[in-house]
């Protein structure tokens, strides 16, 4: 069984705060990490998929970083704001099993003004 | 138009009834999904299709039927479920079955209750 855990289950910060959250997983086989931010009411909408050791990618104030080698993917988010409240879900999938993607529970994140 | 349209959006059942869920994409891709979101649990992959076969069944109860009649529909065929079975089930889509390779596009989801 495929273990995905994030860290924290949730998240309240101030408008303009900056923050991050954590996503582990297994290190072994590799093959992609996605990383996913879900709104109340509405679908999850991916942000990143990140397939390298030592991947960086960014979009907007959301950036994202991947260590495959210890198992890690971090996402910050710069000056956060209220529209960014949502849950962040991050899914991996290894090599064996690349059609398969398995998330971890998310971490809520509540912006106030 | 949205990439991937889910009807009904909330589904209230008993568990001697038989229902589907449908599932539509508009975005030209090969693969479709389905997952259940049950509260407090991360999201449970069940289905997989890819090109209308279904590449992945994973450990689901046969109370749970799925159809794929092209690459841009796909159903969930609901036949006496219990309570437990009462979740968010997701729709998603990607380009092709290798779903670490792309991400995935998620419909909003049906809301199911099992009375």
Redesign the interface.
């Known amino acids: 069984i495929l273990n995905?855990e994030q860290s924290p289950q949730s998240l309240h910060v101030q408008e303009g705060d900056s923050t991050n959250f954590t996503c582990s997983f297994p290190s072994s086989n590799f093959?992609?990490l996605?990383w996913?931010r879900w709104e109340t009411?509405?679908?999850?909408?991916?942000l990143f998929?990140m397939?390298l050791n030592g991947d960086e990618k960014k979009k907007g104030r959301i950036s994202a970083t991947l260590n495959t080698k210890e198992g890690y993917s971090y996402l910050y988010i710069k000056g956060s704001q209220p529209e960014d409240s949502a849950t962040y879900?991050c899914?991996f999938?290894n090599t064996g099993t690349?059609?398969?993607?398995?998330?971890?529970?998310?971490t809520r994140l509540q912006v106030t003004l | 138009e949205?990439g991937?349209t889910q009807t009904p959006r909330h589904l209230v059942m008993g568990m001697t009834n038989k229902k589907s869920l449908k599932c539509e994409q508009h975005l030209g891709h090969n693969?479709m999904y389905w997952y259940k979101q049950s509260a407090?649990?991360?999201?449970?992959?069940m289905f997989?299709y890819?090109l209308e076969e279904r590449?992945?069944n994973?450990s689901v109860p046969s109370r749970f039927s799925p159809e794929c009649p092209n690459s841009s529909h796909l159903f969930l065929h609901l036949h006496t479920l219990q309570p437990e079975d009462s979740a968010l089930y997701?729709c998603a889509s990607s380009q092709d079955?290798?779903?670490?390779?792309?991400?995935?596009?998620?419909?909003?989801?049906s809301r199911l209750t099992v009375l």
């Open positions: 995905v093959y992609a996605h996913y009411a509405k679908s999850p909408e991916a998929v397939t879900l899914a999938a690349a059609s398969k993607l398995t998330f971890g529970t998310g | 949205t991937v693969a407090k649990k991360p999201l449970e992959l997989v890819s590449v992945e994973n997701l079955s290798l779903a670490g390779a792309g991400e995935l596009f998620f419909g909003e989801g």
